[in-house]
């Protein structure tokens, strides 16, 4: 499909509530195909249409679990546990900060077909689907940080011989 542009920090869609999807229709499924190109092109786990100017409830998640999903209109029906971690999102480049999230989270969604589906996630699948959700809520991981965003490169130490 199509590559689209990420918003980033500081831009307005990227605050503001999005809206519910009511039907699939072409527009939607060739969104969801630029969403998953989108995010597979920056090297992404995940992407929310904000990110890339669209004010609707949909998210893409990889994490490599040999089960990517989209989620449309999601619902957070359950929680538990807690994890805490450094994030980082394609629309604050170069810059991560540790976030606590619960480590377990089962999710009310529909899936292309507008059929409603429950996904549910540990670990860094349950991480991926908190951020991304928030996206949709306009919140961005640094608003949930235990510290201020930091340098990617801070966290890379240079050994010299």
Known sequence: MAIRQIRFI???????????VKQMNDRMRTLIEDMWDTMYESRGVGLAAPQVGV??????????????FVLINPEILEMSGEQ?????????????????????????????????????????????????????DGILYGERA???????????EIEEE
């Open 10 to 20: 500081g831009e307005d869609c990227l605050g503001k509530v999005c809206k519910p």
């Open 55 to 68: 004010l609707r409830r949909i998210c893409v998640i990889d994490v490599m679990d040999d089960d990517p």
């Open 84 to 136: 805490t971690d450094d994030e980082g999102c394609l629309s604050v480049p170069g810059k991560v900060a540790s976030v606590t999230r619960a480590d377990y989270v089962k999710v009310k969604s529909y899936d292309m077909d507008m059929n409603e589906v429950i996904i549910e996630g540990e670990g860094l699948r349950a991480r991926a689907m908190q951020h991304e959700m928030d996206h949709l």
């Open 146 to 156: 235990n510290e201020p965003y930091r340098d990617l490169e801070d966290d890379e």
